[in-house]
T-cell receptor, first 112, second 114 residues
Framework: KQEVTQIPAALSVPEGENLVLNCSFT??????LQWFRQDPGKGLTSLLL?????REQTSGRLNASLDKSSGRSTLYIAASQPGDSATYLC???????????FGTGTRLKVLA | KAGVTQTPRYLIKTRGQQVTLSCSPI?????VSWYQQTPGQGLQFLFE???????NKGNFPGRFSGRQFSNSRSEMNVSTLELGDSALYLC?????????????FGNGTRLTVT
């Protein structure tokens, strides 16, 4: 059974810091991995999608890496800003299905 | 392009009642999936539809059902509501033919069962 874990559960950093969020999964048979952010009371916004054959994806200040063999992904946020404050979730798409398994999320607070 | 629209935004129901939630995907998207989000369990997959066919179902009791219409709009129904069904129900859409498209989520329907 696929399990997705995110560490840390919560993180508070001063503005301008670079930071890394971690996501680990137990079964490497995944089709892709997505990182999302969720603002309070809102839905999820997709940030980056990494296909199983890729090692990383970049968008602006965000960089996500994927190591399938070790069951890990990281989301790197450069020069954090207060507007980055949100909950960040990773999700893996199980191979042969259309079912995403979500991690428990990291609640990020960037202090001005 | 309009985003994923979920209606209603908030619902209050009593135990034993039934409820229907609606989701309109992004124009052109043919896959619609539903998730339940609770503080204790996080986000859990309910089901996924593509071209009116359910392709995957999560581990929820038969009280949870869904359907998709020919215009890709989707509804989910929960019958005989229980207190534990209180949650944020999220709908997501994607183009759907392949599996490497980002999911686009709506803002959800907040269901409270009293």
């Amino acid at each position: 059974k696929q399990e997705v874990t995110q560490i840390p559960a919560a993180l508070s950093v001063p503005e301008g810091e670079n930071l890394v969020l971690n996501c680990s999964f137990t079964d490497s048979a995944i089709y892709n991995l997505q990182w999302f952010r969720q603002d309070p009371g809102k839905g999820l916004t997709s940030l980056l999608l990494i296909q199983s054959s890729q090692r990383e994806q970049t968008s602006g200040r965000l960089n996500a890496s994927l190591d399938k063999s070790s069951g890990r992904s990281t989301l790197y946020i450069a020069a954090s800003q207060p507007g980055d404050s949100a909950t960040y979730l990773c999700a893996v798409l199980l191979s042969g299905t259309y079912k995403y398994i979500f991690g428990t999320g990291t609640r990020l607070k960037v202090l001005a | 392009k309009a985003g994923v629209t979920q209606t209603p935004r908030y619902l209050i129901k009593t135990r034993g009642q039934q409820v229907t939630l609606s989701c309109s995907p992004i124009s052109g998207h043919r896959s619609v999936s539903w998730y339940q989000q609770t503080p204790g369990q996080g986000l859990q997959f309910l089901f996924e539809y593509f071209s009116e066919t359910q392709r995957n179902k999560g581990n929820f009791p038969g009280r949870f059902s869904g359907r998709q219409f020919s215009n890709s709009r989707s509804e989910m129904n929960v019958s005989t509501l229980e207190l534990g069904d209180s949650a944020l129900y999220l709908c997501a859409s994607s183009p759907g033919s392949g599996s490497n498209s980002p999911l686009h989520f709506g803002n959800g329907t907040r269901l409270t069962v009293t």
